[in-house]
């Protein structure tokens, strides 16, 4: 099958900078990424992740990080598998 379709879009520079360095480094071009992506569309039936609009305690949690407050220090990693697992 010949790759013939043009897919045009606008996103913003930084994302796409970032976004094409991470699939540079997966040996991935940005075209073999989205095709891939509309593979596993067709393939889910549907966006292959969950979208879902967050419950309140994550909308105050990414709110708490936008607006830099509420912030614990950071722990290490054996401090949180101490703590938590």
Known sequence: MSKS???RARIEPDVKHSAEEIL???GLSTSQAIGMFYKQIIF???LPFDVKIPN???QDALLDVL??????KPI???EFKDKYL
Not at 67 to 72: C, T, V
Request: proline share 0%.
């Open 24 to 26: 540079k480094s997966l």
């Open 56 to 58: 309140e305690e994550t």
């Open 5 to 7: 379709e043009v897919i």
């Open 44 to 46: 889910s039936q549907g």
């Open 76 to 78: 290490s990693l054996q």
């Open 67 to 72: 607006l830099k407050r509420n912030i614990n």
